[in-house]
């Protein structure tokens, strides 16, 4: 849908007959004025006028009114000295006369009103067009094409492309801006978005020209004419969030498939890559936390082996068991250390032995356990760690520290597929780091990046 205010005009280029329709044709109002219609060379023109809700034709006779917004539907004929046209396919002229001259432009001229239509304009006179396409086109380049006008009398505009029945291939360029002069040709350029190597595909093209609209079906055939890499970071096994004891790891398995691939398949080895493992986010910084280390200043008397828990320091999950000798508390079994325990004053309960009716059936006194504190630097050095290898049963442990940033660096480059192994100390809190599995190419701008979540 076109809508015209003032002075417009479509550039038709010369030709002496025409067909067009104008689907839907409306005006905004019917106070307003104008006229729409065809002109040529020395301002030479003949025009449909729209006056206040009247439709006059340019030889001023009234065929037909129209309301506010009222869609209806205008066609005609137009050969050299005569024109004939429709409204809703009924036909109001037969042979309406004009003088003759060469029409070059479709034009509409509005003063106080708007005019709505759905225009195509098509030459009456045949195009002996041809289109070519290659036999085969590169999956990660793109095909020129070619449009031949046979004509010795008629040229014309190709104003625009495209390709209907394929939404992974365009058309991305035409030469000369379109213009197709008498018995030559111009170039089109087809860019195929995606490509399945062997797959040949039935393309249907569809070219908007000052002739009318041209399709044309034509096939060509997906390959692999020039390197076209096909490297990927994939994950094997996730890397999950284990909430495991600390200093435990977590560790998941990646693979980088570098790949190259021709039409031929044969002579070509994958671009050489480093693998970084690089800190992105979390805490680091210095922390304290319970690592399972006590002092008993007061064995207490009248215990069993029950169990105990670890209170206060704004830490959670420390549990075990006292270790008793005749009733005195000799030591503890820890069972968890728990995490997050800072600097603050924290003190052992021992619990209770309870019947089965929740009696307590002992409970002894006098029991005086301090835990100690551990304090530790919680760096990406110290959580993270990394092995490469070109299979898994060659890992190697890379402990390449990359200048003053938080990364680890693979010491060598490679032009093959290899696997990649992190893994995540868990720490005395519950603070997570994240890092990023980094690929980069040494030979190109390529970089392949997954991000990883560390165990707590």
Same mark, same amino acid.
């Given at each position: 849908m076109i809508t015209f205010s003032g002075k417009d005009f479509i550039n038709l280029k010369n030709d002496k007959a025409y067909t067009f329709t104008m689907r839907d044709t409306s005006f905004s109002n019917i106070t307003g004025s104008g006229c729409f219609g065809f002109s040529g060379a020395l301002n030479k023109s003949f025009n449909f006028k729209f006056i206040k809700g009247a439709l006059y034709d340019s030889n001023n $006779?009234?065929?037909? $009114?129209?309301?506010?917004?009222?869609g209806f539907d205008f066609s005609g004929i137009v050969d050299e000295a005569n024109y004939s046209y429709h409204i809703d396919g009924n036909e109001y002229s037969l042979g309406s006369t004009r003088s003759n001259y060469k029409i070059q432009n479709f034009f509409v001229e509005t003063t106080g009103v708007n005019m709505s239509t759905e225009l195509d304009v098509y030459a009456k006179e045949p195009r002996?067009?041809?289109? @070519?396409?290659?036999?085969?086109?590169?999956?990660s380049g793109l095909a020129t094409g070619t449009i031949a006008n046979a004509s010795t009398v008629y040229p014309l505009d190709i104003f625009t492309g495209q390709v209907l029945n394929d939404n992974n291939f365009t058309i991305s360029s035409i030469s000369k801006t379109g213009h197709l002069t008498v018995n030559n040709s111009i170039n089109f350029v087809l860019q *195929? *978005?995606?490509?399945?190597v062997g797959v040949p595909y039935d393309l249907n093209l569809l070219f908007n020209t000052s002739a009318g609209d041209v399709t044309r079906f034509k096939r060509s055939k997906a390959e692999h004419m020039k390197l076209f890499e096909r490297s990927s970071l994939n994950q094997i096994t996730t890397f999950d969030v284990s909430g495991s004891e600390a200093l435990s790891s977590d560790s998941g398995r990646f693979f980088f498939d570098n790949r190259k691939e021709t039409f031929t398949g044969s002579g070509v080895v994958g671009d050489d890559y480093s693998v970084f493992l690089k800190y992105k986010a979390g805490y680091t910084g210095v922390t304290?936390?319970?690592a399972g280390a006590f002092s008993i200043s007061a064995g207490g008397s009248g215990y069993t082996s029950s169990p105990f828990t670890l209170l206060g320091g704004g830490g959670a999950g420390a549990t075990g068991n006292l270790l008793v000798n005749n009733g005195v508390v000799t030591g503890l079994r820890t069972l968890s250390v728990g995490e997050n325990y @800072?600097?603050?004053s924290k003190t052992f309960r021992a619990d209770p032995v309870l019947g089965f009716?929740? *009696?307590?059936? @002992? @409970?002894?006194t006098g029991l005086n356990i301090t835990p100690t504190d551990y304090v530790y630097n919680k760096k990406f050095q110290s959580v993270w760690s990394m092995k490469t290898g070109l299979t898994?049963?060659?890992?190697?442990s890379v402990t390449g520290e990359v200048q003053s940033m938080p990364a680890l660096s693979g010491l060598t480059s490679t032009n093959t597929g290899f696997f990649i192994v992190p893994q995540a100390n868990a720490y005395y809190d519950s603070m997570i780091q994240t890092a990023d599995i980094i690929v980069s190419g040494v030979t190109t701008n390529k970089t392949f990046t997954l991000t990883i979540t560390g165990v707590k």
């Open positions: $006779n009234l065929f037909s $009114n129209y309301s506010q917004n009222q002996k067009l041809t289109f @070519s396409l290659p036999q085969r086109f590169d999956v *195929n *978005n995606t490509g399945e304290t936390g319970w @800072s600097g603050a009716t929740g *009696n307590v059936i @002992s @409970s002894g898994m049963s060659g890992l190697v």
